[in-house]
């Protein structure tokens, strides 16, 4: 019943900047917090940056002043703003959403991924 799409990723060389955005749809009554999960391979999916409703924010220490969470309530969108990327950024990005639906059920959703490479 509700839909993330994220757009945004690709393949950069180091230093250089991308800007991530998920959009959600669907049968939603309101969005609590947002948030941006990676997955590198081999190693388990891990919290990037969180952002609540309000506005509040924490980024992981590893992406502190070089990443920038945000979001657009009114178009139920959230970005992620990655400065001065480096090699360890590469993974595939997943956003979630913690939704109450038009059920007033709470529903943690999940977007499909998108790659992000860092190489030179």
């Known amino acids: 019943q509700v839909q993330l799409v994220e757009s945004g990723g690709g393949l950069v060389q180091p230093g250089e900047s991308l800007r991530l955005s998920c959009a959600a749809s669907?049968?939603?009554?309101?969005?609590?917090?947002m948030g941006w999960y990676r997955q590198a391979p081999g190693k388990q999916r891990e919290l990037v940056a969180r952002?609540?409703?309000?506005?509040?924010?924490n980024h992981v220490d590893s992406v502190k002043g070089r990443f920038t969470i945000s979001r657009d309530n009114a178009k139920n969108t959230v970005y992620l703003q990655m400065n001065n990327l480096k090699p360890e950024d590469t993974a595939v990005y997943y956003c979630?959403?913690?939704?109450?639906?038009?059920?007033?059920?709470?529903?943690?959703?999940w977007g499909q991924g998108t790659q992000v490479t860092v190489s030179s």
């Open positions: 979630n959403a913690d939704v109450v639906t038009a059920r007033l059920t709470n529903v943690l959703y």
């Open positions: 669907g049968s939603i009554f309101s969005i609590n917090a």
């Open positions: 952002i609540t409703r309000g506005g509040s924010t």
